[in-house]
Structure formats: structure tokens, C-alpha cells
């Protein structure tokens, strides 16, 4: 399965995203507000895309987005009915993961039988929040010290995103 919007191309992981992936999962701004910190080598970012392979190979609801013939992010489902996205910070402000959510969203909506989707994003990353908000999802609640990375605690704010009727 491949979703192609006016820009990208979402597509499910392959073995030769590692190069693009790892400069991504180890750039410090990008994994500013992510779960885990930056990949210290391309090894800890093979792993990774060996559950994105590995997952796809069932049903594919967290995808790679190309743009160019490139992987510049990911974005979807990735556990559960959480969703999630990163994107390379060179392409930041440009409207790209609305592009690609706005083509995943209904996607995973068709593919699944969840009743909502949910998210969840740290406070001060005042990007991904706006973007869950304009994309239709309404926060539910607020937690302190969720995540500890390299000593540093971040709070969460979840989200969830109804099933359209």
C-alpha cells in the first residue's frame, strides 16, 4: 500500500532509508521532544527500521514519507491507536505532515476498526501540538514527568481524534 499526496509519497519502510532515517533520528532538533534520544549510530536506527519493515509486513499503518526520492520523516499509526510523526527539520513549516496526516488519517480509519485515534506530544513543542489541534484532535488530559532523556523531564498532553460518523 502506497499513499501518494500533491508532494509525497507514503510508503512502508525499506533497507535503503537507513541513511536518510538516521539523519533524521540522530539530529538533536528533531528529537528535541521525541521519546528517546537522539540514535547515537546508524546500528540504533537499524533497529528501528527493522520494526518499521517488520510491521509493515502485517498491515501498514505507519509509513515513510518520501519526498524527492528521499525519506524526510515518518508519520502513522504506531502503537495501539496512537499515531505520531517526525519529519527532518529541514522540512519543517512547510505543511508537510498535514499533507501526509491529512492522507493517513482516513487510511488508518478505513484499515482499522478503532473507534478514535489518539496522540500525544510534549507541551512545549508548540508545532505538534498546533498540528494535532488543526488536524481535528481534541486533548483529553495533561501528565507530569512522562518521559525522562539524558536527565530531563518532559510532561505530556494526550489527544483523541473520533471516528468521523
Partial sequence: MTLVTERLILRAAKQ???????AIFSDPRAMRYWSTPPHDSPA???ENLDRLMASAARKLTYFVIESEGRAIGTA??????????LLHPDYWRQGI???AMNAIIPYLFDVTDYTQLTADADPRNTASVGLLTALGFRET?????TFCIDGEWSD???????RPS
Fill in 97 to 99: 505532515v498535514t499533507e
Fill in 156 to 162: 505530556s498532553v494526550y489527544f483523541a481524534l473520533q
Fill in 16 to 22: 535503503g532509508d537507513l541513511r536518510d532515517l538516521y
Fill in 141 to 145: 488530559h495533561r501528565a507530569e514527568r
Fill in 44 to 46: 540504533r536506527t537499524q
Fill in 76 to 85: 502513522g499509526m504506531h502503537k495501539a491507536n496512537e499515531v505520531g510523526f
